[in-house]
């Protein structure tokens, strides 16, 4: 947790919450203290928006700001839930790589702001998209988008009571958490299901035992490894090297 300045701590108290918008009330700032509030923002979710006057959330932030002034502390959610949105046009490429079809089950087990569940569902309808995530403001935004299978757990806690034809992912990196996510999401695939995801170019040369039981999985079901070109993610705030892996189930 990071501690907040006791000027930003004032500005932010004065400031109004109309709906998922917050806007400042105390005047013009100068820039030093305008970007020490906006990294605060910035931090808890909000986005600022020139035509809106304001930081954009993607729900209610009023409960975010209050725990904020009352502790005096933020932790930056993307870093802290290594929370990077998949560009559009990547999100686009999953889901044609997933060849899911009308009628079909399909599982996003780190819905994030559903960059790919939104993709799913113009295939097969929100109604057959479930969704994980473990952010609340994500998942009340999840909702807003007409998502109704939506839970807010974290993924990795969840047993498979129901299994799914396709599963498509961009589970967190840090500590190798995306080998953690897909080796547990294989277990929600169907027989005959596909499972398309995007992960750290790590899982190509690193050489810890993690790793290596990682490789040996996709060794045994025939997955494949396809490199991401560089900056693949520069939109969405980082440079980390990615690729994108496939699973297919299949008897052995």
């Not at 935004?141 to 969840?158: C, I, Q, S, W, Y």
Request: glycine residues 8%; contains cysteine.
């Amino acid at each position: 947790m990071k501690q907040i300045p006791a000027e930003v701590i004032s500005i932010l108290d004065s400031a109004v919450v109309e709906g998922n918008i917050l806007r400042l009330t105390c005047g013009q700032l100068d820039r030093k203290t305008y970007l020490a509030v906006n990294k605060v923002l910035e931090a808890l979710g909000g986005k600022w928006d020139r035509k809106a006057k304001g930081h954009i959330f993607s729900s209610d932030p009023a409960p975010i700001i209050e725990e904020a002034l009352l502790t005096g502390t933020y932790s930056d959610r993307k870093k802290d839930f290594n929370l990077f949105e998949t560009p559009p046009e990547l999100a686009n490429r999953l889901v044609d790589a997933a060849g899911i079809e009308s009628g079909e089950t399909a599982l996003e087990p780190s819905a994030g702001r559903g960059a790919i569940a939104l993709k799913l569902a113009e295939r097969v309808g929100k109604e057959n998209v479930w969704c994980y995530e473990i952010l609340e403001d994500c998942v009340g935004h999840l909702k807003a988008l007409g998502f109704t299978r939506v839970f807010n757990k974290d993924f990795l806690t969840v047993e498979p009571e129901r299994k799914f034809k396709r599963i498509v992912m961009n589970p967190p990196f840090a500590k190798q958490a995306d080998i953690d996510h897909v080796t547990h999401a294989w277990k929600f695939l169907e027989s005959g299901g596909r499972l398309v995801s995007i992960m750290s170019a790590g899982i190509i040369f690193r050489k810890n035992r993690k790793t290596k039981m990682f490789r040996e999985l996709l060794e045994r079901h025939h997955g494949y490894v396809e490199e991401l070109e560089e900056g693949a993610f520069k939109k969405s705030g980082t440079m980390v090297k990615a690729v994108i892996v496939f699973l297919e189930k299949w008897p052995l």
